[in-house]
């Protein structure tokens, strides 16, 4: 399945909302729709690569174009996280959707993971163009994410030869620098507090006994939406979970 | 600092995804820089080091290439084979790359961690290759390391157990058990003992290779840097640092070793640091042209 693959990927900068993005184009030949994979960010942005690349392959497998892009200020994007907010990445989600249906898909699926998921909902939310949404590991509430980030951040350096100066305290989340007010405005996003649904359809991969993911998928199911869980796990858990979510675009 | 511009490109038969940063105008008269995957993290590097990186060392002239090794972030898997050997045909293809690219022949390869293992194994074999900057990388091979990994290992948690005597939090861990001290320390318990770690290099086997001997002969610039929190600067310590210093020529190898920085570089001001020390070496001379750089 990786050899086809490899010669249809396209890797080219677009415009984004306020600076250009780095996006990888996988197309599927007489694709079906469009699958937008909007990133983790935070010290996870780079565990959750290869699971993009991973689930590009499945989604192109099963006749599905798959657009993948870096957020303003993150990976091979312009510009640096102090840079940039949530609105400006909603602003590039809506630059990468475009740039998906520039190659002719109809209908386009956001795949959002962690925080990415989040970001997405809350686009789909203010879009009428997106058909479903796939959250892994979503991040349900923004406070308590940007609280983990802030305790994962003492915690490492708690036990680290690395010692922060005053200009890395200001900035900084392990690694990945961002704007002083970014906890505010991500606290601001919670998907359970969503009025209407975000898309008809929705798939939550999530960890067995996920209790959060549970509860999310109850409430959009209250809202109107479509709504499956996917467990994941292990390693081999990992893999039938992608294999779920072709299924479930092809459905 | 000058205006810079990035173009994607897919690289070679196996189609690897890179990116090369260059000057958005005018010629790369400098060798080119190739920035080597870090393990298993995609062509930003960790922390994004390897795309900050990029665009400073584009900024002052030169032209720099960021890729996915295969099986690694946007780049197919590799078909068969083993990874060093695959890893250094990869490198090949990329210089091949930039050389069309950019019209440079001349390289100096960065590499981090594993990176700058395959670095080393690359430029060993490329004449073209001018230059090296290697990154807590373990630059030594041989059937015992792995003891000389674990002794290094001991070194590396005993600077940091010393560091952290003044912590109260370490000590409030450590008493109410919850120090991943007592952990090791039953793991240690249930093992057979390992290796003194004062031992000499040569006491586990290990001196530099060919890959030196051929690298001195060609008279390439070498620029090791250690971090305090990499295991690998004890390895560099105990097995290479004696060796090197008599068999290696002194005016082509700069070694610096970083405090308080961890072995990804993860703080910013760390970055910025290393950013700083890698121009530094490149324009004073140490890329293979020895004039009229600076």
Not at chain 1, 122 to 143: C, E, H, T
Not at chain 1, 243 to 248: L, M, N, Q, T, Y
Not at chain 2, 74 to 101: I, K, N, Q, Y
Not at chain 2, 228 to 243: H, I, N, Q, T
């Amino acid at each position: 399945m990786t050899a086809p693959l490899l010669k249809s990927i396209h890797p080219r900068f677009i415009q984004g909302g306020r600076c250009r993005l780095f996006t990888a184009l996988w197309s599927a030949r007489d694709a079906r729709g469009g699958v937008l994979l909007c990133n983790q960010i935070g010290p996870d942005y780079a565990a959750c690569y290869k699971t993009g690349r991973l689930l590009a392959a499945i989604a192109v497998a099963g006749g599905w174009s798959c657009l993948r892009f870096d957020y303003a200020g993150w990976g091979d994007s312009e510009g640096e996280g102090t840079e940039y907010s949530v609105g400006d990445w909603m602003d590039d989600i809506a630059a990468a959707c475009h740039q998906l249906k520039q190659t002719g898909v109809r209908k386009v699926y956001l795949c959002g993971f962690g925080f990415g998921a989040a970001l997405a909902a809350k686009y789909a939310s203010q879009a009428d163009d997106v058909s479903g949404l796939i959250f892994w590991d979503p991040v349900i509430d923004g406070r308590d994410y940007a609280a983990s980030l802030r305790q994962r951040r003492s915690r490492w350096l708690r036990g680290s030869f690395a010692r922060p100066s005053q200009n890395d305290r200001a900035v900084q989340s392990l690694g990945f620098v961002a704007r002083g007010d970014l906890a505010h405005q991500m606290g601001r996003i919670r998907l359970m507090e969503l009025k209407t649904p975000p898309a008809p359809r929705v798939l939550i991969v999530a960890g067995s006994g996920d209790g959060q993911a549970a509860l999310l998928a109850g409430r959009l199911s209250e809202l109107g939406a479509e709504v499956a869980i996917e467990p994941h796990g292990s390693d081999a858990r990992v893999v039938l979970a992608m294999r779920a979510i072709g299924d479930w675009l092809n459905q | 600092m000058i205006a810079i511009a990035e173009t994607p490109v897919v690289i070679g038969p196996t189609g690897l995804t890179g990116i090369i940063s260059q000057p958005a105008q005018g010629r790369c008269a400098r060798p080119g820089i190739i920035l080597v995957s870090a393990g298993s993290t995609h062509r930003s590097g960790p922390n994004r080091v390897y795309t900050r990186l990029a665009r400073q060392l584009a900024g002052r002239g030169y032209c720099c290439c960021r890729f996915d090794l295969a099986g690694i972030g946007d780049s197919p898997a590799r078909t068969g084979g083993a990874f060093r050997e695959g890893a250094r045909h990869e490198l090949t293809g990329v210089m091949d790359t930039l050389a069309d690219t950019t019209g440079n022949d001349r390289f100096v390869l960065l590499g981090l961690c594993s990176g700058a293992d395959v670095a080393l194994d690359a430029a060993a074999e490329d004449p073209g290759v001018v230059g090296l900057v290697l990154i807590n990388g373990a630059l030594v091979t041989g059937d015992r390391f792995a003891e000389l990994y674990h002794a290094a290992e001991a070194r590396t948690l005993r600077r940091l157990y010393r560091k952290r005597l003044w912590s109260p939090y370490a000590w409030a861990r450590l008493l109410s058990g919850r120090s991943g001290f007592w952990r090791r320390l039953r793991t240690r318990a249930g093992e057979k003992p390992r290796p003194r770690s004062n031992r000499a290099g040569g006491g586990f086997g290990l001196r530099p290779d060919s890959r030196f001997h051929a690298l001195a002969a060609r008279g390439v610039d070498i620029f090791l840097l250690y971090s305090e929190g990499s295991v690998f600067r004890d390895v560099y310590a105990m097995a290479l640092k004696a060796s090197l210093s008599r068999s290696y020529p002194q005016n082509r190898l700069r070694v610096a070793t970083y405090k308080h920085v961890d072995h990804t570089f993860t703080l910013l001001s760390a970055q910025q640091r290393l950013a700083s020390d890698v121009l530094d070496w490149l324009e004073s001379g140490h890329d293979g042209q020895k004039e009229g750089l600076k």
